[in-house]
């Protein structure tokens, strides 16, 4: 019911929006103003992918438009949370109640960029894909720049998906697969293709994450094997006043408590499907270890994956946990790509150590990992969260990236590659669209090749284009 009142206010909002429009509120880009843009994502949440995400965006559309021409914001959930990130950018609190916030603060900008990877999905949330419905259907209302960015659709409720085909369809949603384009085309909302916006970024040096694996007992010599376990199973997260009544009242759902009204899945099932998950994990690390010389950690590039991650750490007698919670996203994606093997069930886990080409393997509850295997090549690496035979999948998954490491990291290179190459062509579009929304905005002249349209990127970069390109 929650949801179907955050649905109904923010559709009203988009309504009010397009009226006052009309009636003369508000105002457009003029020449000579910087333009300004309000990048609306899930940030703040020490989820280190939506963040890495959003920071590459940022980065590749302000070197597209000049620093000098925009001024650009951000929402964030937690200031705390995303302190020193998003360098040149303000950043805006977004409130767990957000229609009210959303009326305010997207007129107060000339367009929005949505940044959320999800961002057309039912699986994990509702309230954050209305969210994200709301932010570019306020902007395109009032004739606005209302872009989506890197975007993937899969599965919405029925009201979800026809707030969707009334409220984008004069948006532009550049997706990240051809899955999600076609998905939305079937609503009527204009699309391009592109890709996940993470390919360009930059960790810490390398040397950080191997003195952080040295100082959890790592020997210096010996292959690292990282797993990025999730609890696929608390999902969606919907919004529920009576639960949060008893919660307060009387101290139930502490479990399933997200936060403010919103509450994950629950109940004996998940828990048991869970525990599955967690077990099958378990015992396929423990029999890899067995046969292999080989250091074990545990990453947590969610803060909520801790939780995942250490039953998984107990029943393997203590392995260490790396949480975004205690690492900021430059530190946590150098340890990645200073390990050797990777298992991961969060997709960013496998993409930003993918420009390391660390040989990885995907659990996957989604199509996101799965697109992501079958454009590599390795479907034979892809297992799913809930399979039956998830131990026997993993173990035969982990022997082959212990020995076709380097045949693996091929079929990587050429994928990170390829998809810098989609990701300047984003550029383009996005370029495009500000020409269109705004004519007179000054946009660079003369001939550019496809690397202007990517933020500066790093020599380890360049080395793969001239290895792979």
């Not at 703040?44 to 302000?62: A, F, I, K, P, Y």
């Not at 000098?68 to 020193?84: H, I, L, P, R, Y």
Request: with cysteine; glycine share 8%; proline share 5%.
């Amino acid at each position: 019911m929650m949801d179907l009142v955050l649905e109904a206010w923010v559709s009203s909002s988009i309504e009010a929006a397009k009226l006052g429009w009309m009636m003369g509120k508000g105002k457009s880009w003029q020449p000579g103003e910087k333009l300004k843009l309000l990048f609306a994502g899930y940030n703040g949440t020490r989820n280190m992918g939506s963040d890495v995400r959003v920071s590459e965006m940022l980065r590749q559309t302000r070197h597209i438009l000049g620093a000098e021409n925009t001024a650009f914001s951000v929402m964030t959930q937690n200031f705390k949370f995303t302190e020193g990130y998003f360098e040149g950018t303000r950043q805006v609190h977004l409130p767990d109640i957000f229609p009210p916030f959303l009326s305010d603060e997207v007129p107060k900008h000339h367009g929005v960029v949505a940044c959320e990877g999800s961002m057309f999905k039912s699986k994990f949330a509702n309230a954050l894909t209305t969210m994200m419905i709301g932010s570019l259907g306020i902007a395109a209302a009032q004739n606005k720049l209302s872009v989506g960015y890197g975007a993937e659709a899969g599965h919405m409720d029925p009201l979800i998906a026809k707030m969707c085909a009334r409220y984008c369809q004069n948006s532009l949603v550049i997706t990240r697969n051809e899955e999600s384009r076609t998905l939305l085309r079937e609503l009527g909302v204009p699309t391009e293709l592109g890709t996940d916006t993470a390919w360009t970024f930059e960790p810490a040096p390398p040397e950080y994450g191997k003195t952080i694996l040295r100082k959890i007992g790592w020997d210096g010599s010996t292959p690292v094997l990282v797993v990025c376990p999730i609890n696929p199973f608390e999902w969606p997260v919907k919004a529920s006043v009576a639960k949060f009544a008893a919660r307060t009242l009387t101290g139930v759902y502490k479990e399933s408590h997200y936060r403010s009204v919103y509450f994950h899945n629950s109940g004996p099932a998940a828990e048991r499907a869970l525990g599955h998950y967690l077990t099958a994990i378990a015992n396929a690390l423990d029999a890899f270890r067995k046969q292999h010389k080989v250091f074990v950690v545990l990453a947590a590039t969610e803060r909520l994956d801790a939780r995942p991650a250490g039953r998984i750490s107990e029943k393997l007698g203590g392995v260490s946990v790396l949480s975004s919670e205690d690492y900021k996203m430059h530190e946590l994606v150098s340890i990645l790509r200073a390990c050797h093997m990777m298992v991961s069930s969060r997709y960013h886990g496998i993409v930003t150590s993918m420009p390391g080409l660390v040989p990885s393997a995907g659990i996957t509850m989604d199509e996101r990992i799965r697109n992501l295997m079958r454009e590599r090549g390795h479907e034979d690496l892809l297992m799913n969260v809930d399979d039956p035979d998830l131990e026997p999948k993993l173990t035969a998954a982990l022997e082959k990236l212990a020995t076709q490491g380097e045949a693996i990291s091929v079929g990587i290179g050429q994928t990170v590659v390829k998809n810098l190459k989609v990701m300047a062509r984003m550029g383009v579009y996005f370029e495009e669209e500000v020409q269109r929304r705004y004519p007179e905005f000054p946009t660079r002249k003369g001939e550019w090749s496809w690397e202007d349209y990517l933020p500066p990127i790093s020599k380890g970069l360049k080395q793969l284009i001239a290895a792979f390109g």
